[in-house]
């Protein structure tokens, strides 16, 4: 058995790890474990300040400290892209090891399971379609770019709150998919873990003809990784099918 556990803000797409759990088999746990939010009505608003409030210490390690008491993972994951990246490269590298030190568990975010996807894939050249508003958004690119990655368009569709993200249906996904497409990105990333998207992603690579990787998806794959532990599966698109070797 491999658990890894997901720190995960608020309540919207979080049903998304017990269905990654069916796809990719009986011996692998995706518990979650909700982290406080804090602010009007407990919602994780899209805005900077907020999002750095989100993703303060105090509030990862107490739910990283549930994860040690209750479940006995072999990694962890922050399930937040935006509140990892609002805290730039380093910060978020910064975040992942307070955690870590704390638990003694191997632990990463979700901005950097984007980083990690991309590398493994060898991809450079991204679009980016994106829940968030503008400003926040730049945030992930910067992020990105300490890795080498060129982002060739971005829409950043200002969707208030993650909880507003969480309510979109399929046809608004493929929707926000095919509004930043340019034809050099080798990918699509739509990275929002709030946004329901992992039992579309291999229609969403059709439709968009290129490699798509969103946010639960690639946490969850990073995770794994993390754990040690590669799953292949024909139903959550490129990243999780084995590697194409190129002709010698």
Not at 114 to 133: D, E, Q
Not at 157 to 169: F, K, M, N, Q, V
Not at 213 to 230: E, S
Request: aromatic share 6%; charged share 20%.
């Amino acid at each position: 058995m491999t658990t890894v556990g997901m720190l995960y803000p608020g309540h919207s797409a979080e049903d998304e790890y017990p269905y990654l759990e069916s796809v990719l088999g009986d011996d692998i746990r995706l518990p979650v474990v909700h982290t406080s939010v804090g602010g009007p009505d407990e919602i994780t608003t899209h805005e900077v300040e907020a999002l750095l409030d989100l993703g303060k210490p105090e509030r990862l390690l107490s739910g990283a400290s549930e994860i040690a008491r209750e479940h006995e993972a072999d990694a962890v994951m922050w399930a937040c892209t935006s509140g990892s990246f609002v805290f730039g490269w380093d910060g978020a590298h910064q975040q992942a090891r307070e955690i870590q030190d704390a638990i003694n568990v191997p632990t990463s975010s979700a901005s950097l399971a984007f980083a990690a996807a991309l590398r493994h894939l060898g991809i450079t050249k991204v679009s980016i379609s994106a829940t968030y508003p503008d400003d926040v958004s730049r945030h992930f690119v910067e992020l990105l770019g300490h890795q080498g990655i060129e982002v060739l368009d971005m829409a950043s569709h200002d969707i208030a709150s993650g909880e507003d993200a969480g309510e979109l249906d399929h046809d608004s996904v493929i929707e926000l998919a095919l509004s930043a497409n340019a034809p050099e990105a080798e990918a699509v990333l739509i990275p929002d873990t709030a946004l329901h998207t992992v039992r579309w992603i291999n229609e969403l690579e059709s439709v968009l003809g290129k490699t798509v990787l969103t946010a639960n998806q690639v946490t969850a794959w990073y995770g794994l990784q993390l754990a040690g532990r590669t799953v292949h599966s024909d139903q959550l698109g490129t990243l999780f099918r084995p590697l194409q070797k190129s002709a010698s």
